[in-house]
């Protein structure tokens, strides 16, 4: 099988990567700042910061966490912030440090924070205002010590920076009242930062970069441990595949795609700073209009996003009269492509969209496709260079070209292992390091991969994963909830939506009051979209809730 991909790779894409290119996630990061030090790095609000600025800012945010908070090598540093200038340099000034960065998502209920917070141990934590009402409701149950606060445009120019946090938090109440009366400024804390000396941990490549939470099947979510190694060796995985068609030091690549979440962080982020690219970075790309309004004003070469994001702009007007001249690669992750969106994306920018496929527990990268792809081809594309896919039966067994089983990976990307769950991790990762995916799929005779279900429960919301117990625990939560049981439907708007079957103890419970429940303990991509009553829920014979069963009735209801 191995033989079959190798044959088709396209020219200037190699079969390996150089393993010890880089000790370290730093070593990358000091390369680059020092090599594109003058030209932009990051792009936000009209504000730009270029890489001897985030040299600098990094250098002064890991010298005050080192000295100010007296943090040590391996300490957990929470960040939960959008995409705003402040990210990327707490980002690498916590990985200067010798720390291990916890991405949080700033939308988490307190519930899910205060998991996150306690199960990764962090001892400190960004966060951008917007959100500090919700740690304020939990801090007192985490192993927080710290917290460093920032106002959304804080890094703008001084009249700019006023007038956008004025409109903010007074026009446009944006930020909720909170209080935490020893938390520090962010804009402090580089000042002071700056004049600390920051001392350079020894960092090896076995050594924790991130702990990236993922769902888990008990309804918790798992952090994945993810090394520099790991990271390192998944950008330069990336680099191999996309390289031949990307020019260092000139490209613009557009992150409208949360730094939080693992595809943005290591694409977007690692991989473009690794390039020397300028990135865009687009803080609420929700906005579709205000979206397509920031592109006009850039001659953008990369574009990621989900399905759902590419679906948005292709069905906005002022999208196609945008100049496509410069645009030469546009991916798509963290969900399925649909043909319908890939087609219309490629009529109006004449560029590809090239779908790739990954976990968090693999950094996320697994497979792509060719940079010189025809088209949409509804595959997977090829293994990253170094990365290795098996197809195996329920019993193992390693199936041949053509037949349909789980995928199993293997490379220098997958984890270490789930933070604090050997139980977990031995349940994904077999003695030999091989990872399972919990995802169905074959291998064709050109060598690409196929996806055709999921052997998980995983439901895909918009490309992040919301796992079926975590909201069953909610709903079930409701004093009028007898039972409950939760599966993914399909849903044009984000590839799939939740939907809940509820047995409940009175009939004057409705649709709306259990979306309402939910809102307040789950963040908006997890909250059902749709909810039907049952008197009963099909179970095993020792009682377990049939989620299959469910799932086919409801694709029967919906296709007549």
Not at 23 to 29: G, I, P, Q, T
Not at 34 to 60: C, H, W
Not at 274 to 297: C, Q, W, Y
């Amino acid at each position: 099988m191995e033989q079959l991909w190798l044959n088709n790779l396209p020219e200037g894409v190699p079969a390996d990567i150089e393993h010890d290119k880089y000790s370290s996630l730093v070593e990358m990061f000091e390369e680059s700042v020092s090599k594109y030090a003058d030209q932009p790095a990051f792009i936000n609000m009209g504000a730009t910061v270029t890489y001897r600025k985030l040299e600098e800012r990094s250098r002064a945010f890991a010298a005050y966490l080192q000295n100010e908070l007296r943090l040590k090598k391996g300490d957990r540093v929470a960040l939960m912030m959008p995409n705003v200038l402040q990210y990327p340099i707490a980002l690498f000034g916590v990985l200067r440090a010798g720390m291990v960065v916890v991405n949080v998502n700033p939308l988490y209920t307190p519930r899910e924070l205060k998991h996150q917070l306690n199960d990764s141990g962090s001892k400190a934590i960004v966060v951008v205002s917007n959100f500090a009402n919700t740690l304020q409701k939990v801090i007192d149950e985490t192993p927080i010590e710290n917290v460093i606060i920032s106002s959304l445009g804080d890094l703008l120019s001084t009249p700019k920076r006023t007038v956008v946090n004025f409109v903010i938090k007074y026009i446009k109440k944006m930020v909720p009242a909170y209080h935490l009366p020893h938390a520090l400024s962010y804009r402090k804390a580089l000042s002071k930062g700056r004049r600390l000396q920051y001392v350079k941990p020894e960092l090896k490549e076995e050594d924790l970069a991130f702990l990236q939470y993922t769902g888990g099947t008990t309804g918790l979510s798992k952090g994945a441990m993810l090394s520099h190694k790991n990271v390192v060796s998944n950008v330069l995985q990336a680099s191999g595949a996309y390289s031949p068609i990307l020019d260092n030091g000139k490209e613009l690549v557009v992150t409208a795609l949360p730094l939080y979440h693992i595809f943005a962080l290591t694409v977007n982020c690692m991989l473009f700073l690794h390039k020397g690219a300028k990135n865009l970075l687009i803080t609420n790309p929700r906005d579709i209009p205000g979206f397509v309004s920031e592109l006009s004003k850039y001659d953008f070469s990369v574009l990621t996003g989900v399905n759902t994001l590419f679906n948005a702009l292709v069905n906005n007007l002022e999208f196609a009269n945008l100049n496509f001249d410069k645009l030469k690669l546009s991916i798509g992750g963290g969900m399925a492509v649909q043909r319908a969106v890939a087609d219309k994306w490629q009529q109006i920018t004449t560029t590809r969209l090239l779908e790739g496929y990954g976990l968090t527990e693999a950094s996320p990268l697994v497979s792509c496709n060719a940079y010189n792809s025809e088209g949409y081809n509804g595959s997977i594309g090829l293994p990253a260079p170094g990365t290795d896919i098996q197809v195996r039966d329920d019993s193992g067994l390693i199936l041949p070209q053509g037949e349909t089983g789980e995928l199993f990976i293997k490379g220098p990307q997958v984890m270490q292992g789930y933070w604090g769950n050997e139980e977990e991790t031995k349940a994904v990762i077999d003695e030999n390091g091989w990872l399972s995916t919990g995802d169905i799929g074959y291998m064709d005779e050109k060598g690409l991969f196929y996806i055709v279900d999921r052997k998980k429960d995983m439901i895909l919301v918009s490309g992040f994963n919301v796992f079926p117990n975590e909201i069953e625990d909610v709903v079930a939560l409701h004093p009028k909830v007898v039972e409950v049981a939760a599966i993914g439907v399909p849903y044009e708007a984000s590839g799939e939506a939740v939907k809940v079957f509820v047995v409940s103890k009175s009939k004057k419970l409705t649709e709306k009051d259990i979306i309402k429940h939910c809102r307040v303990h789950l963040t908006g991509y997890k909250v059902p979209k749709f909810v039907e009553f049952r008197d009963q829920l099909p179970k095993t014979n020792v009682g377990k809730i049939l989620r299959r069963e469910l799932r086919d009735e409801d694709l029967k209801k919906t296709n007549g």
